[in-house]
């Protein structure tokens, strides 16, 4: 799972940022994408492999894993106080109804929204205790229909367009947008043909993410 939000949610930044992507730490912040999850390693296996509904007292122990990273990259210096904020709020939600701390939209960090979108897509496609994985087909429609007013718009259109590198559809960068000035997706705006996400980012920007890495 980590490792797949880190590939998601770095091919996203790379796309975003386009020619301003010097301006910004791209690996320091990819570490954190791979890293996102880093404070579950503190819930009990009994929670995590469970493979009924979860109870609120152990969706309370849950949800407190995005603390529990942040505090151990702090702790460990390895990234910077920016990258460690994507592990902190990456469960936050632009309708207010996120965790840990119920930030609104304009108050969450841009690497954290992009980490959202690519940590909640892989979570759908994965197979999980409590139920069968969904296609990325089927994951996109219910990020769009059931979570819209969850993600920021603009970075969610953007990841739909990212899944079909074939598509002509010019993808605006997110560095000529105001970052809390976004238009709302588009209502008439639907996903009409099978996408295979997993295999665009793979074959699309592989190469780009290893040469921005290792620079």
Known sequence: HS?????????LAINLFGDKL??????????????????????????????????????????????????????????????????LYHHERSDRKGYP??????????????????DTFEALISTRPYRNPKTPFEAIKIMQLEMAGEFDPQLFRAFIMLSDPEDSIHIPRYSNLEQNNFESVDSDFRIEKQLDP?????????????QNLCA
């Open 3 to 11: 490792v797949k939000v880190g590939i998601f949610g770095t091919a």
């Open 198 to 210: 997993c295999q665009s980012f793979k074959t699309q920007y592989a190469s780009v993410i290893a």
């Open 101 to 118: 701390f119920k930030r609104l939209d304009s108050s969450i960090p841009l690497y954290s929204r992009i980490c959202a979108i690519a």
């Open 22 to 87: 010097h301006e910004h730490n791209i690996a320091k912040l990819s570490t954190a994408f791979f890293l996102h999850d880093i404070g579950m390693s503190k819930v009990p296996p009994r929670i995590l492999d469970k493979k009924g509904p979860l109870t609120k007292e152990e969706w309370d122990i849950v949800r407190k894993h995005p603390i529990w990273g942040h505090e151990r990259l702090m702790k460990s210096q390895y990234v910077s106080d920016e990258a460690a904020a994507i592990v």
